[in-house]
């Protein structure tokens, strides 16, 4: 495979708290090659956020972060601010969770996607409102030049996650970083979505942070599963999620509503305090690791999974 486009190495996040630091991110390994969408799946409180806001630099400033974030072989992690805006605006997009409030709702969604053609593409009046037009018509929004002198609240969630996917994509970002983007959406609008997100990011890598593992199974190329702030397996799509390895990938899967619905017992450990050994332990029915931390081990080519199933170094 060719160089990756970003490449994330031992990347530790922590914000200290009164009760002490929280461990969003322990030493995550990632990479995401040219033109792949990577699903990025787990649990409520797993660190899917956290780390697309790592690779952003878009956490708040006391935050203790620790590895590398290399995009084009640039550490994202010692750019001057200035710098890192650039990356942001012109070469990673984002669509940020609960985007619903993202929009403004005083401007309309054309003079808001046009400010973002203006900031990160130097566009000026009417050839960024003409931009904006064609980011809608993208994203198939009917009538776009009507709609985009609309304002947000005439917009249904559907369309107002195409807006914002419009915006992402008004400075034609490489990567796009998506962050459950078809939440609160009815099943069809889903539907749309992912289907949009096939279409408009063929031609750029995307970081698709998702708890629809369907939308997962449809979009993603690869698949990294996210537990208690560790990657504990990535893989092909396809494997991951049709032969997963990893116990706790094997719960999540059981636990969707046309697998049977069985929930994995007991929750997810602190990150503060996480239990020593393999993080998964207290839940796992398959193996009691109480006392060695697994590390990833390819477990078929390109699938790795941390589990002292395979780890018998
Ligand atoms: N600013 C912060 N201060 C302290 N803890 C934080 C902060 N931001 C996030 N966390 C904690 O970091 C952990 C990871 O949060 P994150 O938002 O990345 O989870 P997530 O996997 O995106 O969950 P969800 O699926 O619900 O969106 C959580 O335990 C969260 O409480
Ligand atoms: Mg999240």
Do not use: W
């Amino acid at each position: 495979m060719n160089a990756a486009l970003l490449e994330v190495r031992g990347l530790k996040v922590g914000f200290p708290t009164p009760d002490g630091l929280v461990r969003a991110s322990d030493t995550v390994d990632l990479e995401l090659y040219h033109r792949e969408i990577l699903g990025l799946i787990g649990e409520t409180g797993s660190g899917k956020t956290v780390l697309g806001m790592a690779i952003l630099r878009l956490l708040q400033p006391n935050t203790v972060i620790e590895g590398e974030i290399r995009y084009r072989g640039r550490d994202l992690l010692s750019l001057p601010e200035d710098e890192m805006r650039k990356v942001r605006g012109r070469e990673i997009g984002v669509v940020l969770q609960n985007s619903g409030t993202s929009l403004n709702p005083v401007y309309t969604v054309g003079d808001q996607i046009a400010e973002a053609a203006t900031l990160h593409q130097g566009l000026k009046g009417s050839e960024a409102r003409h931009r904006a037009v064609e980011l809608l018509d993208a994203v198939r929004i009917p009538d776009p030049a009507v709609m985009a002198r609309e304002y947000p609240h005439r917009f249904s969630g559907g369309m107002r996650e195409r807006a914002l996917i419009a915006m992402a994509l008004a400075c034609s970002p490489s990567l796009l970083i998506a962050d459950e983007p078809t939440k609160g959406l009815d099943a069809v609008t889903k539907r749309e979505i992912i289907d949009l997100f096939a279409e408009v990011n063929r031609d750029r890598s995307v970081l698709f942070i998702t708890h629809d593992i369907e939308a997962a199974a449809t979009l993603a190329t690869r698949v990294a599963v996210m537990y208690a702030g560790e990657i504990v397996e990535i893989g092909a799509a396809g494997e991951v999620l049709s032969d997963p390895a990893h116990p706790y990938t094997r719960g999540l899967l059981a636990s969707l509503p046309e697998r049977g619905m069985r929930p994995i017992p007991g929750s997810a450990p602190s990150l503060i305090t996480p239990p020593p050994g393999c993080r998964f332990s207290p839940r796992c029915a398959t193996k009691d690791c109480k006392s060695e931390h697994p590390g990833l081990v390819e477990v078929g080519p390109g699938h790795y999974a941390r589990c002292m199933l395979y780890d018998r170094g």
